[in-house]
């Protein structure tokens, strides 16, 4: 099912930030959110998250499995990454874990607590934690940022591998980001 916006509207005090606002996100697909700091765009992730009401208009379609990669990297930081991602699927095979984490350069590190890692190393194991969770529906905050060149390529196309088919709401600020994460709609917010 389409998740579906209309006449979305938020106000922090006296200062809008939604107004009537109306948008489709495509069943399946990704979808990214682009616009200036300050235009709503983590606001409204918050509300799809459901992390925030909105003041007015209606919000439909949203499942209730989720997953999210937020700005701030949320990391139990005295753990190690491969028991972080555990933490939110226990389930999945530790040898595969392993794999990906080694894929995305955390490997050699992994025994370390997340707390020792760089800002790009954090942004990895979120990541990762966040696809290996059950979920309908993939929010990501600026899942690209702080990563180097290399890195973010690995990142984008790891992202697309683990999420064809499923339904990705992704805010960036980076143009090249729409094409690296295989997004088919873009909505600008101002």
């Not at 998740?3 to 489709?24: C, M, Q």
């Not at 007015?56 to 701030?72: D, I, N, Y």
């Not at 194991?125 to 309908?136: F, I, K, N, T």
């Amino acid at each position: 099912m389409d998740i579906r916006i209309s006449h979305l509207t938020k106000s922090y005090g006296e200062h809008p930030v939604l107004e009537n606002f109306d948008a489709v996100f495509p069943e399946g697909e990704t979808t990214c959110i682009m616009g200036p700091s300050g235009c709503g765009k983590t606001t409204l992730l918050r509300i799809l998250l459901g992390l925030e009401e909105a003041d007015g208009g209606t919000v439909e379609g949203v499942p209730q499995r989720k997953s999210a990669v937020f700005q701030e990297d949320r990391l139990c930081g005295g753990l190690t990454a491969w028991t972080n991602i555990r933490l939110v699927c226990p389930e999945k095979d530790p040898a595969e874990i392993e794999k990906w984490l080694y894929y995305l350069g955390l490997g050699e590190s992994m025994d370390q607590p997340v707390r020792e890692y760089s800002g790009g190393m954090r942004q990895r194991v979120s990541v990762l934690r966040a696809l290996w969770a059950e979920y309908d529906v993939l929010f990501l905050d600026e899942p690209l940022k702080g990563l180097d060149e290399e890195m973010r390529q690995k990142t984008a196309e790891f992202l697309c591998e683990h999420t064809r088919g499923k339904t990705v709401i992704c805010v960036t600020h980076d143009q090249e980001d729409i094409g690296m994460l295989g997004a088919v709609q873009v909505i600008r917010l101002s």
